[in-house]
């Protein structure tokens, strides 16, 4: 009898066991699926300090941080170098982790296609784009350039210097379109960073650059450097004196997207979280602030949308880039 009430005990014991095993099992799956996030969050910029997708992506955490909405400490690095291979890489390498988070820029997609890096746009998760940049030409204020027509007659005199950021990007790609449709040629000079390259504007190092609203409007509204032109497909809003390539006879335009990425092959609720939140950053007067600030088109897609428009801008750039890259 007592043979049988002790196998009885023990069966019963291993019985909830099995049941509290279940159950712990259930527990922890539930609490991972509710736990993200609960890590620190890695932002990688693949550019310096003081860029167009140094302040964008900086101004997005801002928010996030000061609402509240994202559970956890958040790292910001600049990984510079490579015109964003170095960065990107990085993030290429964390395929899976849901705590790496990027962001776009012309590189993403001129980059891998100079040079075989092991990723492309497609090599991370779409999150959301936050706006679009467009370029202005710009000459020193000082310059006896004046207007776009001085530029193409001085152009055409003699060969001028043009710098821009990075070796093949959209600051190579514009003035090459424009110089191939005024028929003059120059010399493209890429620098690593913006700093830089307005430093050469002012040292009289070259005679042009190329640059976004986002670092250019300061230098424009201070009297250091004069807009000659700019690429969008509308007037820059801050700047309605400026016209457009398109406007002076010249069809030259390629709008830089401005999104959010995270590393490759994370989890579709990882990537749904990240769109849920950077839409309530774009929701914000703050962000509708800074968008009109620093003179980007106020655009918005996320998800598969925004996967489109990137697929779409990759075969832009790749059809630029083996045109004039050559």
């Known amino acids: ?52 997708t140094d ?46 988070l990027t962001a776009t820029s012309a590189s993403l997609f001129t980059t891998p296609l100079v040079s075989d890096l092991g990723f492309t746009y497609e090599s991370f998760t779409p999150v959301a784009l936050m706006g679009a940049d467009d370029l202005f030409l710009l000459v020193k204020e000082e310059s006896d350039i004046k207007t776009l027509d001085d530029f193409i007659a001085a152009a055409k005199s003699k060969k001028l210097k043009i710098g821009g950021v990075g070796q093949v990007s959209d600051e190579m790609i514009i003035p090459n379109m424009f110089a191939e449709a005024a028929g003059f040629e120059f010399d493209y000079v890429p620098f690593q960073g913006a700093g830089e390259l ?18 250019a409007l300061g230098q424009i509204e201070g009297g250091l450097m004069r807009p000659l032109a700019f690429s969008g497909v509308e007037r820059f809003p801050a700047l309605e004196d400026v016209a457009t390539f398109t406007e002076l006879g010249y ?17 579709d609720s990882v990537q749904q979280y990240w769109i849920d939140t950077i839409k309530k950053v774009y929701e914000t007067d703050e962000w509708k602030q800074f968008v ?34 050559k």
């Open 292 to 325: 009109e600030e620093n003179g980007l088109s106020d655009r918005y897609l996320e998800g598969d949308e925004f996967k489109a428009l990137l697929d779409e801008t990759s075969e832009k750039y790749s059809t630029s880039i083996e045109k004039y890259n």
């Open 198 to 215: 307005t430093s050469a504007l002012l040292s009289d190092s070259l005679d042009a650059i190329v640059g976004n609203p986002t670092r």
């Open 251 to 267: 069809e030259v335009n390629l709008s830089q997207p401005r999104g959010i990425l995270l590393a490759g092959e994370v989890d």
């Open 55 to 100: 302040l964008h992506i900086r101004k997005i955490i801002e928010i996030v941080q000061k609402n509240e909405w994202y559970n956890g400490d958040i790292k910001i690095e600049n990984r510079e170098g490579g015109s964003g291979a170095v960065g990107w890489g990085f993030v290429n390498s964390k395929k899976g982790d849901p705590y790496v």
């Open 1 to 52: 009898m007592k043979k049988v009430l002790l196998l009885t005990v023990i069966c019963f014991t291993l019985f909830l066991a099995a049941c509290s095993g279940s159950n712990s099992t259930s527990s922890k799956d539930s609490k991972s699926k509710d736990a993200y996030p609960s890590e620190t969050l890695n932002v990688v910029i693949p550019f310096g300090p003081g860029g167009g």
